[in-house]
């Protein structure tokens, strides 16, 4: 069975940093598309960033300040977030593409989301 | 930067049919794709490449795609279709979500 898993959210200060964390379990990780999304507080879905062998991907609004990265050994995803601010407050989703290599522009499988909340 | 745009909300009787219309700038020229997601839960992909269903879902759940407008069409809407849908299309190694519309079952 497909699972994702986040974690690592929390209340942060502006400016501050943080890292997210993905632990994938029923595939074979390294074959497929990985990608964050966020969900601020009673809005839509953003697309954050993704990653598919190496190669990397970001929203316009985290480019420069998020970094998207895997750890193939330990099935897991990541995203450092740098220099947060009030705007990236939301609910953080990992989730992978529906099929293997990215070959399907949709995302499949989602985990339970982390919140984010960026406050003094 | 591509935009998708659809009506906030939608109404349905139980028994009835749903649409839910996406649109986008030559939107038929991508894949595009739907999610279902119900209060308090995560995203669930209900359509992908424009009309596939993934396994376990209805199939009172289908897509069409061509123009400039992606359809997600709901066929003896049950209660507990009520939900916020999203399509999404892919475009330059980027993810594109639409605005987002509220199902609600009457």
Redesign the interface.
């Known amino acids: 069975e497909v699972q994702v898993v986040e974690s690592g959210g929390g209340l942060v200060q502006p400016g501050g940093s943080l890292r997210l964390s993905c632990a994938a379990s029923g595939f074979t990780f390294s074959n497929y598309s990985m990608?964050w999304?966020r969900q601020a507080p009673g809005k839509?879905?953003?697309?954050v960033s993704?990653t598919l062998s190496r190669t990397t991907?970001y929203?316009?609004s985290v480019k420069g300040r998020f970094t998207i990265s895997t750890d193939n050994a330990k099935n897991s995803l990541y995203l450092q977030m740098n220099s947060l601010r009030a705007e990236d407050t939301a609910v953080y989703?990992c989730a992978r593409d529906?099929g293997i290599s990215g070959t399907?522009?949709?995302?499949?499988y989602?985990?339970?989301?982390t919140l984010v909340t960026v406050s003094s | 930067s591509y935009e998708l745009t659809q009506p906030p909300s939608v109404s349905v009787s139980p028994g009835q049919t749903a649409s839910i219309t996406c649109s986008g700038d030559k939107l038929g020229d991508k894949y595009a794709s739907w999610y279902q997601q119900r209060a308090g839960q995560s995203p669930v992909l209900v359509i992908y490449q424009d009309s596939r269903r993934p396994s376990g879902i209805p199939e009172r759940f289908s897509g069409s795609n061509a123009g400039n407008t992606a359809t997600l069409t709901i066929s003896g809407t049950q209660a507990m279709d009520e939900a916020d849908y999203y399509c999404q299309a892919w475009d330059s190694s980027t993810y594109v979500f639409g605005t987002g519309t509220k199902v609600t079952v009457l």
Do not use: K
Request: hydrophobic content about 30%.
């Open positions: 990608n999304v839509g879905l953003e697309w993704r991907h929203s316009d989703y529906q399907t522009g949709a995302l499949g989602w985990g339970q989301g």
